[in-house]
């Protein structure tokens, strides 16, 4: 692989990672959300990978797969299953913010990681930390989309975002972390999705829906 | 001797394995209880070796310093008083039908788990690994919050498990950076997160990147420990929790995630000053403070004025370490011990009095020391311990906390604080004296105290006075601890 065509391949799969975290912004309808996050977690994969095949890096290129299979299909298909079939499941309710201001919010915040991560860019200048102000708008956006969703489960598609944002910083800037905290931080986030998942279905069972609404109990 | 720094993780787990294969017994809870008091032996022999430096096991994954030993101490004292009291705890949880045998299965099996994280947490020399342990913590307690199944312990559950996850995912990114700056000092991959490595390049880390970083890891344990801005989840998940649980939620787990932030505290302040990290500490501090202080006055529910009392502690501390100095730091891991044991105090009682009225109401229960002189008198050591007065630990400690804060130049933090410390006050005295002493409505049901939860709140009571009277040679091992972390005065 040609420098020229890994720096391509790295800032297609960076741009593609934002992009999915910004059409997550714009839709409502979980399902597509759910396909648009298998997306982000195969844009995610590729990073590794790329990085992997350019350095000649053979446990890279596994990490690289395992992320793939984890982010692009099982944490995906955990969450198509959490929707369930219920059709008043299937919407986000009517946001807190509007589609409009969400996305001129989704802009600003970008601009801010361009902002933030200047310190990384500057100490290591290379075309993997050049692409990490993308990473980071996923961070930030996902934190957006926490606040603003009012479904349990919107909420942990921005919980997998952010996760996801956080595991492409760190492909980007060190080409992933040793293996024992990449192998804990991820066993602990699946771990983190199922607890989520067994929690909605607790919820809908509990409440007749996963509408954070009706969470009014404990105030104060 | 490197087997030793093994026990306080391993114990927990062949207890979890053991509840795990034979059910909720009285066996397994022994030796659960076991292998809890196994933490704080362990804990006591790393002590009073410790004056020799850091001891590490496992080729260099574990690290026991004076830091961790004094941890080990906390999580085993509060840990062994906990798993004690839950025997009894849960056998009137499932006479009276508020469990059923999954249910207690479950928390036989997840108790331990959530100890043996928190050893881990505290034993880790990567501080990669110290994240792991501590966001395991998080996914071993959700389903401990939710234990009732009820409307409110799943809206807790949900808050808990979604604020810390968020907080303790911005650790992580922290922990990235922190990588990366290491990295580029010079440190090779694999042990580029080991806490002897980053203090002994701290000086070489990039500050721009570290200041980043430190900003994150501030915010991300901060979230763990109760602090300011995503501390919304801890009033609901330590009031929803079972009485053991959220005395181990309180007493101990918040202050495991501020033991995280001490570790990396002592490498960033190397790396770019004291002055970043003490005033995000002070800032977070003070409006830790005073958000707790404000909610505990409005409070009509005991088990959150509890919670709220923890988190006033913990910005307490949060201050106490900006400060800094030997003495702040010494005083605050005295702080901790006795708060640990006092929560431990408070949270089973209020698990008794809840029980007992199936209401966590304060204008619900009055009379409690006529009724039932156990829960009123170890109830009321409890919240003296927390009001801070003396023969207790904490009459010490806060003391010690104000005069680091008058040496440290900080005399308008110690204005405020104690001015917060002071509302605090007298929400719990008002609050405690109602339930304590009023007169009891004719007809209020008869508090019933199990044996192992009055065997567990006896031993508190005289912990608490021992540790009052002398902290002994808990003393030098809480100065060692402060030295280790660049207090110097």
């Known amino acids: 692989m040609t420098q020229a065509t890994y720096s391509g391949v790295l800032n297609l799969a960076a741009g593609a990672f934002l992009l999915a975290a910004v059409l997550i912004v714009w839709r409502r309808e979980l399902r597509s959300i759910v396909v648009l996050l298998a997306w982000q977690g195969l844009a995610l994969g590729v990073i590794p990978l790329t990085e992997g095949i350019y350095q000649d890096d053979a446990p890279l290129i596994t990490v690289g797969l395992v992320v793939l299979l984890l982010r692009a299909v099982a944490l995906p298909l955990l969450l198509a299953r959490a929707i369930g079939t219920e059709a008043h499941e299937r919407r986000e309710s009517t946001p807190l913010v509007n589609t409009t201001t969400s996305l001129l919010i989704t802009a600003s915040l970008t601009v801010l990681a361009y902002a933030v991560t200047r310190p990384i860019i500057a100490l290591d200048p290379s075309p993997a930390t050049r692409a990490v102000p993308a990473a980071f708008a996923v961070i930030l956006i996902a934190v957006f989309v926490m606040v603003s969703r009012r479904r349990a489960l919107s909420q942990a598609v921005g919980f997998m975002m952010l996760d996801n944002g956080i595991a492409a910083t760190a492909f980007l800037i060190t080409a992933g972390v040793p293996v024992i905290v990449e192998l804990g931080a991820s066993l602990d986030v699946l771990f983190a999705v199922l607890v989520l998942g067994l929690l909605t279905g607790h919820m809908r069972r509990t409440f007749g829906g996963t509408d954070l609404d009706q969470l009014r109990e404990l105030r104060g | ?489």
Not at chain 2, 21 to 46: D, E, F, K, N
Not at chain 2, 68 to 93: D, F, H, P, Q, R
Not at chain 2, 423 to 443: D, K, Q
């Open chain 2, 1 to 489: 001797m490197n087997i030793l720094l093994l026990v306080p993780i391993l114990a927990p787990l062949v207890a979890a394995a053991l509840a795990a294969v034979l059910g909720w017994r009285r066996l397994t809870a022994l030796v659960t209880v076991l292998a809890a008091l196994s933490v704080l032996v362990t804990g006591a022999i790393l002590g009073s070796r410790v004056g020799s430096g850091p001891r590490f096991g496992i080729g260099n994954l574990l690290r026991a310093d004076a830091l961790s030993v004094t941890m080990l101490v906390v999580i085993g004292t509060v840990g062994t008083l906990a798993t004690w009291a839950s025997i009894g705890y849960i056998e009137a949880e499932l006479a009276h039908r508020h469990t059923d045998r999954k249910g207690a299965n479950l928390y036989g099996v997840l108790v331990p788990i959530f100890l043996a994280a928190m050893a881990l947490a505290v034993l880790a020399n990567n501080i990669g690994v110290m994240w792991v342990a501590i966001e395991a913590t998080t996914v071993a307690t959700a389903f401990l919050v939710g234990h009732r199944r009820t409307r409110a312990a799943l809206e807790a559950t949900w808050k808990y498990v979604v604020i810390c996850s968020v907080g303790i995912a911005l650790a992580f990114l922290g922990t990235v950076l922190l990588y990366f700056a290491s990295l580029h000092a010079g440190a090779s991959s694999g042990n580029a997160l080991n806490v002897d490595v980053l203090l002994a390049l701290a000086n070489r880390l990039d500050p721009a990147v570290t200041r980043l970083a430190a900003g994150l890891l501030l915010l991300g344990y901060g979230a763990k420990a109760g602090l300011v801005p995503f501390h919304t989840w801890l009033a609901d998940a330590h009031s929803q929790a079972p009485a053991p649980v959220s005395a181990l939620m309180s007493g101990v787990l918040l202050s495991v995630a501020f033991y995280a932030l001490l570790r990396v505290k002592s490498v960033v302040d190397l790396a770019v000053g004291t002055g970043f990290l003490r005033t995000g500490l002070l800032i977070v501090g003070l409006l830790t403070l005073l958000i707790a202080a404000s909610l505990l006055v409005v409070q009509t529910d005991f088990k959150r004025m509890l919670a709220y009392s923890s988190m006033e502690n913990m910005g307490l501390v949060a201050v106490a370490a900006a400060a800094g100095t030997k003495l702040a730091i010494a005083a605050l891991l005295l702080h901790v011990l006795a708060h640990g044991i006092a929560k431990t105090l408070v949270f089973l009682g209020a698990g008794q009095l809840q029980a007992t009225h199936d209401s966590t109401q304060i204008s619900d229960v009055a009379g409690v020391l006529a009724r039932s002189p156990m829960i009123g008198v170890t109830f009321a050591v409890g919240l003296v311990i927390l009001l801070g007065l003396p023969p207790f630990a904490m009459f010490a400690s806060e003391l010690s906390i104000s005069r680091a804060l008058a040496d440290a130049g900080l005399g308008w933090v110690l204005g405020a604080a104690l001015l917060f410390v002071v509302i605090a006050f007298a929400a719990l005295v008002r609050n405690g004296s109602r339930m304590l002493l009023g007169t009891p409505e004719p007809g209020s049901p008869a508090i019933v105290v199990p044996r192992s939860v009055a065997a567990a709140l006896v031993a508190s009571v005289v912990l608490s006075l021992a540790l009052g009277l002398t902290a002994g040679p808990l003393l030098g091992l809480f100065q060692t601890a402060a030295t280790l972390l660049g207090g110097t005065q």
